[in-house]
């Protein structure tokens, strides 16, 4: 698993007010975005998003050997 | 602490734009005139972040698809960058940098304090404005306010 140290996480406030979250891995250049639900707790969305994000690595990882 | 209630009086510090209040009974507040961008850079935070760089920007913040931005904060490793669309007002200048610092921070750790655990989109713009109201123009120590208020610790 990929040290979440080393993932990037950005917040993006659209002009029309719609929320983006973005996670990056910046060795790979694997990037996951999700526009956030405004009445769903952010931080549980953010979790979900990590743990798809978690398993894209993996599978980046193994198709790389 | 600082309650809403008017300044019986004031002073202004001009070199510093530091204002310093009296409000009709023992409260008090100090607070910055104008919001100085610098002030924030390589400031740390409670929960151990620090703000490595903050930006003001009149170019469009938009992304590769052509979405326009007025916000957006970077993390990597409790390292935020904040970009701003410029011409805010200095109170939505505040409240974005409540907002910002507050969500990025609730993102970037793995275990958020409770406080902030069922926040949403419109609870995290809430505390921004409480904040705004609370402590006055966003700074270093009204952030660490903030971050402190809400249950982040340690630095």
Same mark, same amino acid.
């Given at each position: 698993?990929?040290? *979440?140290?080393k993932?990037?996480?950005?917040?993006?406030?659209?002009?029309?007010?719609? *929320?983006?979250? *973005?996670?990056? #891995?910046?060795?790979?250049?694997?990037?996951? #975005?999700?526009?956030?639900?405004?009445?769903d707790?952010?931080v549980?969305?953010? #979790?979900?998003?990590?743990?798809?994000?978690?398993?894209?690595?993996?599978?980046? #990882?193994?198709?790389?050997? | 602490?600082?309650?809403?209630?008017k =300044? %019986?009086?004031?002073?202004v510090?001009?070199?510093?734009?530091?204002?310093l209040?009296?409000?009709?009974?023992v409260?008090?507040?100090?607070? $910055?005139?104008?919001i100085?961008i610098?002030?924030?850079?390589?400031?740390? $935070?409670q +929960?151990?972040?620090?703000?490595?760089?903050?930006?003001?920007?009149?170019?469009?913040?938009?992304?590769a698809? +052509?979405?326009?931005?007025? %916000?957006?904060?970077?993390?990597?490793?409790?390292?935020f960058?904040?970009?701003?669309?410029?011409?805010?007002?200095?109170?939505?200048?505040?409240?974005?940098?409540?907002?910002?610092? =507050?969500?990025?921070a609730?993102?970037?750790?793995?275990?958020?304090? %409770? +406080?902030?655990?069922d926040?949403?989109?419109?609870?995290?713009?809430?505390?921004?404005h409480? %904040? !705004?109201?609370?402590?006055?123009n966003?700074s270093?120590?009204?952030?660490? =306010?903030? =971050?402190?208020? !809400?249950g982040f610790? +340690?630095?």
């Open positions: 698993m990929v040290d *979440r140290d993932i990037q996480f950005d917040l993006i406030k659209l002009l029309n007010g719609e *929320r983006l979250l *973005r996670l990056t #891995e910046p060795q790979s250049g694997l990037a996951l #975005e999700k526009k956030l639900a405004p009445s707790a952010v549980r969305q953010k #979790e979900k998003l990590l743990g798809a994000f978690q398993a894209a690595l993996a599978l980046v #990882e193994l198709s790389a050997v | 602490m600082i309650r809403s209630k =300044l %019986a009086a004031s002073q510090h001009r070199r510093s734009g530091i204002i209040g009296w409000t009709t009974g409260e008090w507040r100090l607070n $910055l005139a104008v100085d610098n002030q924030f850079k390589n400031f740390r $935070l +929960g151990g972040f620090i703000i490595t760089d903050i930006e003001l920007t009149d170019d469009p913040i938009v992304d698809i +052509g979405r326009e931005a007025i %916000a957006q904060t970077q993390t990597i490793a409790g390292r960058r904040l970009f701003i669309r410029s011409g805010l007002s200095e109170e939505e200048l505040s409240i974005t940098l409540y907002h910002e610092i =507050l969500e990025a609730s993102v970037a750790i793995a275990n958020p304090p %409770a +406080g902030v655990m926040f949403n989109e419109a609870d995290f713009e809430r505390a921004a409480d %904040a !705004h109201k609370r402590w006055g966003a270093p120590a009204n952030l660490d =306010l903030l =971050l402190h208020f !809400h610790r +340690g630095q």
